[in-house]
């Protein structure tokens, strides 16, 4: 029989099998007398996360291993910035004494960008870090910013780059890659595809490798891997055992992932807004009588704010934004990313220099906080370079994971043709199998889920429309076949 046939017959029988398990006996009874049994809970439902879990793998994996590569790279960049911007980030320590007043370093700023705007001033942190001065200005990408890099004891400027934000260009190609592949818009649908997805394999890879029962060293089996034995139960091991040691991690990057992506992160910052959990502002609306003071030209200086904001109790890194409009304060926010984070805000009175208003961090919402976190232990940034060592570990194992899925699928392939084949999927119609108790709250979730998940819900109808598809040309073709013999 020709390999195509053997295929064809394979499937058949399999889908025969899957059907017959799938329909009803009647009266409750087999062949033999005896009553049927209907099957347990996880006996119906195994077979089904089998199937799903088998075809995201191998379709989402690409995604998966891009999202994980990509990751994986980002991991180095703020080392790597270190080293290639050092001559614009740092300078030789002196005394604060002798360093020029930060209008003077505005200044300066300007001068270099002539035709820039000025966004805000990032004062230096330490004594060997330079001043940053970000402009809007043209030729620049959205959200870009040419910024001027000024020494703060001579005032004079060390370069000019384009950053995005706070990143350095190196930084900021970096994360393009790892979010879009610098396909613009359009390519931030593969990280968002990945994100959706990382959390369906990793409980599905739990529920199935915790759901395994084992009658002998049930808890060494379930938290070491196999070191020998055949080959595909040897690679499973591994993929399941690793799985199950950094399945935290994952579904953390799963869960940050979505925050800020396109589709899904609009969808969360809505259910945020109506919990009153999103990220508050400072208020920068002056009273009349000061608004008044401001349009007349009074304006204390950007070193009387920075002056006004220490007093306050701000410290470490900070960013200074100048008034957006007349009758509007400055507005001075600590950027410290590293536990514990310092994210306190002050708005400034540009005539007198009081403080108008003031945002502390410990106020801000508890969902506010941990969007805060979960964004920053995600990039890296929360617990330094140990949050960076733990996400390019969780990278390389993502990587490895995605490979011995791929790996496990080749492994069960068939080994008598001489013809190159894949293994075989799990057996179709399990969905059939599951009791109406259990399948009609799962089609419940997963519509609410596909809502607010679109590169969830999306793709999981195609996956369905595409299995119901194949699955009708194989039985026709099956019976075809059987026909023609």
Same mark, same amino acid.
């Given at each position: 029989?020709?390999?195509?046939?053997?295929?064809?017959?394979?499937?058949?029988?399999?889908?025969?099998?899957?059907?017959?398990?799938?329909?009803?006996?009647?009266?409750?009874?087999?062949?033999?007398?005896?009553?049927?049994?209907?099957?347990?809970? +996880?006996?119906?439902?195994?077979?089904?996360?089998?199937?799903?879990?088998?075809?995201?793998?191998?379709?989402?994996?690409?995604?998966?291993?891009?999202?994980?590569?990509?990751?994986?790279?980002?991991?180095?960049?703020?080392?790597?910035?270190?080293?290639?911007?050092?001559?614009?980030?740092?300078?030789?320590?002196?005394?604060?004494?002798?360093?020029?007043?930060?209008?003077?370093?505005?200044?300066?700023?300007?001068?270099?960008?002539?035709?820039?705007?000025?966004?805000?001033?990032?004062?230096? &942190?330490?004594?060997?870090?330079?001043?940053?001065?970000?402009?809007?200005?043209?030729?620049?990408?959205?959200? +870009?910013?040419?910024?001027?890099?000024?020494?703060?004891?001579?005032?004079?400027?060390?370069?000019?780059?384009?950053?995005?934000?706070?990143?350095?260009?190196?930084?900021?190609?970096?994360?393009?890659?790892?979010?879009?592949?610098?396909?613009?818009?359009?390519?931030?649908?593969?990280?968002?595809?990945?994100?959706?997805?990382?959390?369906?394999?990793?409980?599905?890879?739990?529920?199935?490798?915790?759901?395994?029962?084992?009658?002998?060293?049930?808890?060494?089996?379930?938290?070491?891997?196999?070191?020998?034995?055949?080959?595909?139960?040897?690679?499973?091991?591994?993929?399941?055992?690793?799985?199950?040691?950094?399945?935290?991690?994952?579904?953390?990057?799963?869960?940050?992932?979505?925050?800020?992506?396109?589709?899904?992160? &609009?969808?969360?910052?809505?259910?945020?807004?109506?919990?009153?959990?999103?990220?508050?502002?400072?208020?920068?609306?002056?009273?009349?009588?000061?608004?008044? =003071?401001?349009?007349?030209?009074?304006?204390?200086?950007?070193?009387?704010?920075?002056?006004?904001?220490?007093?306050?109790?701000?410290?470490?890194?900070?960013?200074?934004?100048?008034?957006?409009?007349?009758?509007?304060?400055?507005?001075?926010?600590?950027?410290?990313?590293?536990?514990?984070?310092?994210?306190?805000?002050?708005?400034?009175?540009?005539?007198?220099?009081?403080?108008?208003?003031?945002?502390?961090?410990?106020?801000?919402?508890?969902? =506010?906080?941990?969007?805060? +976190?979960?964004?920053?232990?995600?990039?890296?940034?929360?617990?330094?370079?140990?949050?960076?060592?733990?996400?390019?570990?969780? =990278?390389?194992?993502?990587?490895?994971?995605?490979?011995?899925?791929?790996?496990?699928?080749?492994?069960?392939?068939?080994?008598?043709?001489?013809?190159?084949?894949?293994?075989?999927?799990?057996?179709?119609?399990?969905?059939?199998?599951?009791?109406?108790?259990?399948?009609?709250?799962?089609?419940?979730?997963?519509?609410?889920?596909?809502?607010?998940?679109?590169?969830?819900?999306?793709?999981?109808?195609?996956?369905?429309?595409?299995?119901?598809?194949?699955?009708?040309?194989?039985?026709?073709?099956?019976?075809?076949?059987?026909?023609?013999?």
């Amino acid at each position: 029989m020709a390999l195509g046939d053997t295929t064809l017959e394979t499937a058949r029988r399999e889908d025969e099998a899957a059907t017959s398990a799938a329909a009803p006996r009647p009266e409750g009874r087999v062949p033999g007398g005896t009553v049927a049994r209907p099957p347990g809970l +996880w006996a119906a439902t195994r077979p089904l996360l089998m199937r799903l879990h088998f075809y995201v793998g191998v379709l989402i994996g690409p995604f998966l291993l891009v999202a994980a590569t990509t990751g994986l790279l980002y991991t180095t960049s703020p080392q790597l910035e270190q080293f290639v911007y050092r001559h614009e980030l740092h300078v030789t320590a002196q005394s604060a004494s002798h360093a020029v007043p930060l209008a003077a370093q505005v200044a300066a700023g300007r001068a270099a960008v002539p035709d820039g705007t000025l966004q805000s001033v990032s004062p230096a &942190a330490g004594p060997t870090d330079t001043t940053r001065v970000l402009f809007d200005a043209k030729g620049v990408p959205q959200g +870009w910013s040419r910024t001027a890099f000024v020494d703060p004891y001579t005032g004079k400027v060390l370069g000019v780059l384009t950053t995005d934000g706070q990143w350095l260009p190196l930084r900021a190609w970096l994360d393009t890659l790892h979010r879009t592949l610098h396909l613009g818009a359009f390519g931030r649908n593969y990280s968002e595809l990945a994100a959706s997805w990382l959390w369906v394999e990793v409980l599905g890879g739990l529920a199935l490798w915790l759901g395994v029962r084992r009658r002998r060293d049930r808890i060494r089996r379930t938290l070491l891997p196999r070191l020998r034995g055949p080959g595909h139960r040897r690679v499973l091991s591994w993929h399941a055992v690793v799985g199950l040691w950094v399945s935290l991690g994952l579904l953390g990057l799963s869960a940050t992932g979505l925050t800020w992506s396109d589709h899904a992160g &609009a969808n969360v910052g809505q259910i945020r807004a109506q919990l009153k959990g999103g990220t508050p502002s400072v208020p920068t609306a002056l009273p009349a009588h000061q608004a008044t =003071a401001h349009t007349r030209g009074s304006d204390v200086g950007i070193d009387a704010v920075v002056r006004s904001a220490h007093r306050a109790g701000l410290s470490g890194v900070l960013v200074v934004t100048p008034p957006a409009a007349p009758g509007r304060a400055w507005v001075v926010k600590e950027n410290t990313r590293h536990w514990p984070e310092r994210q306190d805000s002050v708005a400034v009175d540009p005539a007198t220099g009081k403080v108008t208003a003031k945002l502390r961090f410990a106020d801000y919402p508890l969902l =506010a906080k941990l969007t805060r +976190w979960g964004i920053d232990a995600h990039m890296g940034l929360l617990f330094g370079l140990p949050n960076q060592i733990a996400l390019a570990l969780l =990278a390389a194992t993502l990587i490895a994971m995605v490979l011995w899925g791929y790996r496990m699928w080749w492994l069960r392939r068939p080994t008598r043709s001489t013809c190159a084949a894949f293994g075989r999927a799990p057996a179709r119609g399990a969905w059939r199998r599951l009791p109406g108790r259990v399948l009609a709250p799962a089609v419940l979730a997963v519509a609410v889920l596909g809502y607010y998940l679109p590169l969830l819900g999306i793709p999981l109808l195609v996956f369905l429309a595409t299995d119901l598809a194949v699955g009708a040309v194989v039985r026709r073709r099956a019976a075809a076949a059987g026909v023609a013999r």
